[in-house]
């Protein structure tokens, strides 16, 4: 997050003495991402954060890829995934490659139990369904549906749903990014500020609050995602024992509802619904909004070939304009190579209308993407053929 934060109490200087009133040290950790280089805080701990205790065995948590070299357009129905109780195990990914793992989740139970760390990569959660509270040792987030979670790696954090058991239970789609989820650079200005062109400004980020901070001794388990092993870790303190923290690496919310759509007299393309950018993969959002202006505009996309890029969209609400048979919690997937566009009549439909109110969330990825077995199992298998007239 290129903005500056700060929670609970800090020394004046950094790397000098800093105590307890009963005398008692605290412990300085730096937490950044690109060596030294990337976005960083510096966090004081009540006790070391390197007391492990026990290492227990692995668990392989490795997807098995069901598709390796996909040249089909997929239809994913998200929602036939089957909801799990724990956190980590309803995590269902569907189409990965080196740089990515997307998926989608539909947890039963918060994850209270334990406390969870990927060291691999960023995670992006989109809330769909369900509401409640992301915990983290820099912070809480109260998230609602059509918040984005960006919990950068290294981040350890529990998620606590307010209500598991409403018919519609809880449902997520997720990113988890080997390369830094960032906001667009051509949003910001030399000094890191949303520029005014930006969809969103600083405002719209719900950032960490009210800091817990746990002064506790016992077996505290941390489950560590590292090269997609996931690795459980016992430690003699709780991990959420920070007093006081600043930097510019945190986790943050942001609500798809603040995206402020761009629009204009002719259709305009996928980057203006551009909301997070990674070295390997862009993350779009599309938002109700008013259509296209010019009198013989066509507001549906044309046809479009990104020969070297997979697009992927997930459904969330709303008349998607360009689809036929699209309802929410689908993913469909475009890949490169072929070129994709309007079914038969949605562009003949979309002229002359005024408005759409869909919602969507669209992960394009620059390298192809491999289609897991859980993928297979939620294909409908005829979407490829869905264009023809
Ligand atoms: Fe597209």
Excluded at 55 to 62: E, G, H, I, N, W
Excluded at 216 to 230: M, N, Q, S, T, Y
Excluded at 342 to 349: L, S
Aim: with cysteine; aromatic share 12%.
């Amino acid at each position: 997050m290129p903005i500056y934060h700060r929670l609970g109490q800090l020394p004046p200087k950094r790397h000098t003495i800093f105590k307890s009133p009963a005398g008692a040290f605290y412990y300085e950790q730096l937490f950044g991402t690109v060596g030294f280089d990337g976005m960083s805080s510096l966090l004081y701990h009540v006790h070391r954060p390197t007391q492990v205790k026990a290492v227990l065995d692995p668990v392989d948590l490795r997807p098995a890829v069901a598709v390796d070299h996909n040249i089909m357009s997929r239809k994913l129905v998200g929602f036939d995934v089957p909801p799990a109780n724990d956190f980590l195990e309803s995590r269902t990914p569907l189409l990965i490659n080196n740089d990515v793992v997307v998926g989608v989740a539909a947890p039963r139970q918060s994850l209270t139990d334990y406390f969870y760390k990927n060291a691999d990569s960023d995670e992006l959660l989109f809330v769909h369904r369900g509401a409640g509270t992301l915990r983290t040792m820099l912070g809480t987030i109260p998230f609602v549906p059509g918040d984005y979670l960006l919990i950068p790696r290294g981040m350890i954090y529990q998620i606590e749903f307010d209500k598991t058991d409403v018919p519609e239970g809880t449902r997520l789609f997720y990113l988890e990014s080997t390369s830094p989820i960032y906001t667009p650079k051509r949003y910001r200005n030399y000094f890191g500020q949303q520029l005014e062109h930006s969809p969103y400004s600083e405002r719209d980020f719900k950032l960490p609050q009210n800091l817990e901070t746990h002064d506790e001794r016992g077996d505290f388990v941390i489950k560590i995602k590292k090269e997609g092993i996931l690795h459980t870790l016992i430690y003699d303190t709780h991990p959420f024992d920070v007093i006081g923290w600043d930097g510019y690496n945190f986790p943050y919310g942001f609500s798809i509802h603040n995206f402020e759509p761009i629009t204009g007299r002719i259709h305009q393309p996928p980057p203006v619904h551009q909301t997070f950018e990674t070295k390997s993969c862009v993350v779009c959002s599309f938002v109700p909004r008013l259509y296209d202006y010019h009198p013989d505009a066509i507001p549906a996309p044309y046809n479009h070939s990104n020969i070297d890029s997979d697009e992927v969209l997930y459904y969330v609400d709303g008349d998607f304009m360009s689809r036929n048979g699209i309802s929410p919690g689908i993913l469909t997937l475009h890949p490169g190579g072929i070129p994709h566009g309007p079914h038969p009549g949605a562009m003949e439909r979309s002229i002359g209308k005024t408005k759409t109110d869909e919602l969507a969330v669209m992960v394009d990825t620059f390298r192809p993407l491999k289609l897991t077995k859980q993928a297979l199992g939620v294909d409908d298998g005829v979407y490829f053929q869905s264009w023809r007239e």
